[in-house]
């Protein structure tokens, strides 16, 4: 059975452009959630989708969003980039959000 | 709120040593909890769970035990390697869907 998966691994970007990332679930799972992870912060969460809706949502401006699709796949994006946006972002995906999470490998953002 | 706070790291141990990592909570109702950890560069992979009191989780020869009474769930091993060096994250789901909230990590070093 296929992990999750996301892309890009890595990615670069200048400061007040905009990146997606996508994640694409375990099969099965309909509950996908964003993190994001830095040195200082730690692990925070940024928001989860179950069934194309945004369930819960984390602490974060209105620069980050995303969406989920039929199939379950998600996508996030940063609009208008800052220095403190580099981090690793990680997507989890859960059969319901109830049940354990299963991480991907994250995306490393570097903002230049 | 809901916080999680592990013991700080880093954690250096000799090669069979034991481990104890510590973990406390706080929590309104029964949350599950989970132990996760973090090779280098890669994402996070559950270490075990548990979701009831007094449950114990286990794997790979960790174990932990959730106490309700002392908001405890600390990570122990009988014999560690060096292969076990790695960050490890303590982490509670209050029920908010795919929410997860995660303590600072711990990284552990075992030499040989």
């Known amino acids: 059975k296929a992990g999750v998966t996301q892309t890009p691994r890595y990615l670069i970007k200048t400061r007040g452009q905009q990146v997606t990332l996508s994640c694409s679930p375990i099969?099965?799972?309909?509950?996908v959630s964003w993190y994001q992870q830095t040195p200082g912060q730690g692990l925070q969460f940024l928001f989860e989708y179950f069934s194309e809706t945004q369930r819960n949502k984390g602490n974060f401006p209105g620069r980050f969003s995303g969406r989920q699709f039929s199939n379950s796949r998600s996508e996030m994006n940063v609009s208008t980039l800052e220095l403190g946006d580099s981090a690793l972002y990680l997507c989890a995906s859960s059969v319901t959000g109830n049940t354990e999470a299963f991480f991907g490998q994250g995306t490393r953002l570097t903002v230049v | 709120g809901n916080s999680v706070t592990q013991m700080e790291g880093p954690v250096t141990l000799s090669e069979e040593a034991f481990l104890t990592i510590n973990c406390t909570y706080t929590a309104t109702g029964y949350p599950s909890l989970f132990w996760y950890v973090q090779y280098p560069g890669e994402g996070l992979q559950l270490l075990l769970k548990a979701t009831k009191a007094d449950d114990k989780g286990s794997n790979k020869g960790f174990e932990a035990t959730y106490r309700k009474e002392t908001t405890s769930f600390h990570l122990e091993k009988g014999s560690v390697q060096v292969s076990d060096s790695a960050v490890y994250f303590c982490?509670?789901?209050?029920?908010?869907?795919?929410?997860?909230?995660f303590g600072q990590g711990t990284e552990l070093s075992v030499k040989p």
């Open positions: 099969s099965g799972h309909r509950s």
């Open positions: 982490a509670l789901s209050g029920g908010q869907g795919g929410k997860l909230i």
